[in-house]
């Protein structure tokens, strides 16, 4: 049995009728399944007015660039784990600052 792709949406894919997501298996990009409780979360981050401060005022960034490989390895690891690549990212470095 062929795996089933799901459709490209933007913001240009016109609407269609609604969705009960009680009684369709509606899934996001990723295969997670859509409910109440997604769309609440959804909805309770794009209110939000961005990332908080780290610090006091605002956070210094740092940015590097990373082999596609290391890239995709850390995309698994930050989502097994519930986590964003950054603060993946921040962890590692403050262990080895730590061993350091």
């Known amino acids: 049995m062929a795996k089933r792709v799901p459709p490209r949406i933007t913001l240009e894919t016109p609407i269609g009728a609604d969705v009960d997501i009680k009684k369709q298996v509606v899934r996001d990009r990723k295969g997670r399944r859509i409910t109440d409780t997604y769309v609440d979360r959804l909805v309770e981050a794009a ?5 908080p ?8 960034a740092v ?3 990373l082999p596609q490989e290391l890239r995709y390895k850390a995309e698994l690891v ?10 993946l990212a921040r962890e ?6 730590e061993a350091s």
């Open 63 to 65: 940015a590097f660039r």
């Open 78 to 87: 930050a989502e097994r784990e519930g986590k964003t690549i950054s603060q």
């Open 92 to 97: 590692a470095l403050e262990s080895r600052l």
């Open 47 to 51: 209110r939000k007015p961005g990332r």
């Open 53 to 60: 401060s780290l610090a006091r005022g605002r956070s210094p």
